[in-house]
């Protein structure tokens, strides 16, 4: 029997919600500043995953720009009733702060391809809104509430309030159907199982802590009551989670919730969730902290980013659900399925793919533009990588700690504030930019530069480039240690840096990070507002054996 390997999408894929439509499955995920917005996944088998594309992809209806680093669109949840899909989202405009600013929104279609219908905006008490229908027609909207107050009032509550199935607007109060001073609970999603109200809802925040809980009830409006499994240890206050890695932290599969249900045709229940693989590096503790990491001293780094993974579901006698096999993720989930492995792709740059996104706005042809006659991608500069609000760049995820990525372009600056190249990115404070560029004395070059929590140095001297030929930049990565190399024309790739740890690009290393993963990126910049272009040739990502993985597998 083939088998599902978690995670099944690798990379920044965090806060699922699945559907299943006929045979057909869709997952869709969190994409915070990432331009489109809601990334879907679409599979047939549970086993084997596509990007399928985006949701929110107007920008008259979406309007990302200025939204701070791992803002924008939160946790969406994708569901579908009668012949129409919903979608409901956040859009968070402030987060860093003691008032959060999170819009909520509805958007439906009669197809997962859309068009999508103007967005209608809903009650926002917090993040993470989630819709039931019920099998009599009506529709709850359930969401968390972030409380300002100093001290908080509750460490968590939920609250629950019928919809208009036409206009969305409340019908009645808002009713509380969950509040606690221990216990955090956020991504709420309800299912109706055997005359049963299940409450799915994720817990303990989103690190090493995080879980998942489940609660029942006879009535949608509670009152409703927490599942206690006996089989699971916790420490008084713990949550009572029947998905959680947070006691074992040698396990490969880490920061396990936040999950959401479905059914096979069969019969059979999963429940997708957020996991994600730690790496072997640490924030640094004690006095290096207070430079370098005051958020989350000599924490475990996560460079991939929170990803999503997949659990089988059983019911017990007593009419709960659990985690087949315990309460840890399993690394292989039994699916009489084949996988189908692609570790290397190569980018068609005549029809970018769903892989692809840009930094909060849609990249137009004022960014770049594909030129048939010429099969180049030609991107014109704009922002530098600070911008939140006009950056030549697209990105794709990393998927691996062992990868390698090629970028083969052609570009001409004229001075230095003219850059064009290859980046490996968690944010727009975090990154390594291996990239051409003009200076003074050495004229045309390629040089390293590093950010890491605004604190920038370049990493080469300016190597000097005396050739119009196309110019290939190159990183490999092994267990996120990075080597890069450039090679002129048809040349031989020459060495620039090697051995560089990457960790830093990761959720905990970042000091706004926290909630989306690395990415390789294509970009250019030209901070004279002349707009001089780069011409892209190929690009070339490729997932290699993961050696940091299966040694920790081996460790079980």
């Known amino acids: 029997m083939a088998k599902a390997t978690n995670p099944i999408l690798r990379g920044f894929n965090p806060d699922p919600s699945i559907i299943r439509v006929g045979d057909d499955y869709y997952i869709a995920t969190s994409t915070f500043e990432w331009w489109p917005g809601v990334k879907i996944s679409h599979s047939r088998d549970l086993v084997n995953w596509n990007d399928y594309g985006y949701i929110l992809t107007d920008p008259k209806k979406l309007d990302l720009r200025g939204v701070g680093i791992t803002q924008g669109i939160w946790a969406p949840c994708l569901t579908y009733d009668n012949g129409t899909f919903y979608l409901c989202y956040t859009v968070v405009k402030a987060y860093y702060v003691n008032m959060y600013d999170t819009e909520n929104f509805i958007v439906t279609s009669t197809s997962i391809d859309g068009p999508w219908s103007d967005s209608v905006k809903i009650d926002g008490f917090g993040f993470d809104p989630s819709l039931f229908h019920d099998d009599d027609g009506r529709k709850y909207l359930i969401s968390m ?99 959680t890695s947070r006691q074992n932290p040698e396990y490969p599969l880490q920061k396990s919730g936040h999950g959401c249900v479905v059914t096979t045709p069969e019969g059979e229940w999963y429940m997708v969730h957020i996991t994600a693989r730690p790496s072997d590096r640490y924030n640094p503790d004690g006095e290096a902290r207070v430079l370098n990491h005051p958020r989350f001293p000599g924490a475990r780094r996560y460079p991939l980013g929170r990803e999503t993974a997949i659990v089988h579901l059983l019911w017990d006698d007593d009419g ?13 989930v039994p699916l009489n399925v084949e996988k189908k492995e692609q570790d290397v792709y190569v980018a068609d740059f005549s029809s970018l793919d769903a892989s692809w996104q840009s930094l909060r706005v849609p990249m137009t042809e004022h960014y770049m533009k594909y030129l048939p006659d010429k099969n180049v991608l030609r991107m014109y500069g704009r922002s530098g990588l600070s911008s939140f609000f006009s950056q030549s760049l697209i990105a794709r ?36 930019y291996l990239h051409i560029t003009h200076d003074e004395d050495a004229g045309k070059c390629i040089t390293l530069l590093k950010a890491e929590n605004k604190k920038y140095e370049y990493l080469t001297p300016y190597i000097k480039i005396d050739s119009n030929e196309p110019i290939t930049l190159r990183v490999s990565a092994n267990n ?19 051995n560089l740890d990457g960790s830093f690009l990761s959720d905990e290393a970042c000091f706004e990070g926290w909630f989306t993963g690395s990415m390789i990126a294509i970009c250019t910049q030209d901070l004279t507002g002349r707009g001089l272009y780069s011409d892209i040739f190929a690009f070339q990502y490729e997932n290699l054996k993961n050696a940091y993985i299966h040694q920790k597998k081996a460790l079980l």
Not at 160 to 188: C, H, M, N, V, W
Not at 190 to 209: H, N, Q, R, S
Not at 320 to 332: A, F, Q, T
Not at 480 to 496: A, D, I, R
């Open 145 to 243: 509430v972030t409380d300002h107050r100093v001290p908080k009032k509750y460490q968590g509550r939920l609250l629950i309030e019928e919809l208009d199935s036409k206009t969305f607007q409340r019908i009645g109060d808002a009713k509380e159907i969950y509040a606690s001073s221990e216990i955090f609970l956020e991504g709420p999603h309800i299912i109706k199982k055997d005359g049963w109200y299940y409450l799915f809802a994720a817990d303990t925040g989103t690190g090493e802590g995080h879980g998942e809980s489940v609660l029942r009830s006879r009535n949608v409006f509670g009152p409703y009551e927490m599942h206690h499994p006996s089989y699971i240890k916790r420490s008084p206050g713990e949550a009572w989670s029947i998905l």
């Open 397 to 432: 995820r990393i998927e691996e700690m062992d990868f390698s990525a090629e970028l083969t372009l052609s570009f001409e600056p004229e001075c230095f504030k003219q850059m064009s190249g290859l980046a490996v990115m968690y944010d727009t404070d975090n990154y390594f």
């Open 320 to 332: 709960w659900p659990r985690v087949d096999g315990g309460v840890l993720p399993p690394i292989e």
């Open 480 to 498: 996120f240690y990075f080597t890069f190399s450039y090679k002129v024309g048809n040349g031989e790739y020459v060495e620039l840096m090697a």
